[in-house]
Antibody, heavy 124, light 106 residues
Framework: EVQLVESGGGLIQPGGSLRLSCAAS????????MSWVRQAPGKGLEWVSV???????FYADSVKGRFTISRDNSKNTLYLQMNSLRAEDTAVYYC??????????????????WGQGTMVTVSS | SYELTQPPSVSVSPGQTASITCSGY??????ACWYQQRPGQSPVLVIY???KRPSGIPERFSGSNSGNTATLTISGTQAMDEADYYC?????????FGGGTKLTVL
């Protein structure tokens, strides 16, 4: 079954660090665009970061310079290293596959596979 | 930064048609996706590339995108369609989500 399974969430103090993992099954992480999306309690979805199959990475302004997305091809796993955590980073973090669709000269992407999410709570 | 605006809530009677809008500057020049999220669950893709339905998504879900507005339409709405719905697009290499719309089936 094609699936994503996140792990690594928990309670962390402000200023601390945490690394989230997302293990993929039945498809290859390195051949796809992969993203992290978060959802604060009672709020909407917020995109966090993407890593392209070629290795390019992009971040939301709210996490730029603090979070790092990466992957381990041998483990078929996506990561999110989160440093200098703040209370406003408290959220459920989802990893998602951004499937690419080529339409003419345009590559459009949609999040077709989502993990179950892992909760990160930043609090003293 | 690019923004997408959705109405916070939409109500519909069972069997009727629900329309959820998503507004953004020249959104019609981009491609829009829609996600359904039921309480306590992960989001599910219901429309991609403006109008396409992934495998397993019922035909009653359809989409359109023109000008500054993308629309998700649910025909013959069922109680099981009650959920939060999010539109999404890409602005260069940044994904953008709308604020979400809570669909209530009365």
């Amino acid at each position: 079954e094609v699936q994503l399974v996140e792990s690594g969430g928990g309670l962390i103090q402000p200023g601390g660090s945490l690394r989230l993992s997302c293990a993929a099954s039945e498809f290859t992480v390195s051949s796809n665009y992969m993203s992290w999306v978060r959802q604060a309690p009672g709020k909407g979805l917020e995109w966090v970061s993407v890593i392209y199959s070629g290795g390019n990475t992009f971040y939301a302004d709210s996490v730029k310079g603090r979070f790092t997305i990466s992957r381990d091809n041998s483990k078929n796993t996506l990561y999110l290293q989160m440093n200098s955590l703040r209370a406003e980073d408290t959220a459920v973090y989802y990893c998602a596959r951004a499937r690419a669709n080529i339409v003419g000269a345009v590559t459009t992407k949609s999040f077709d596979i989502w993990g179950q999410g892992t909760m990160v709570t930043v609090s003293s | 930064s690019y923004e997408l605006t959705q109405p916070p809530s939409v109500s519909v009677s069972p069997g009727q048609t629900a329309s959820i809008t998503c507004s953004g500057y020249k959104l019609g020049d981009k491609y829009a996706c829609w996600y359904q999220q039921r309480p306590g669950q992960s989001p599910v893709l219901v429309i991609y590339q403006d109008i396409k339905r992934p495998s397993g998504i019922p035909e009653r879900f359809s989409g359109s995108n023109s000008g500054n507005t993308a629309t998700l339409t649910i025909s013959g709405t069922q109680a099981m369609d009650e959920a939060d719905y999010y539109c999404q697009t890409w602005d260069s290499s940044t994904a953008v989500f709308g604020g979400g719309t809570k669909l209530t089936v009365l």
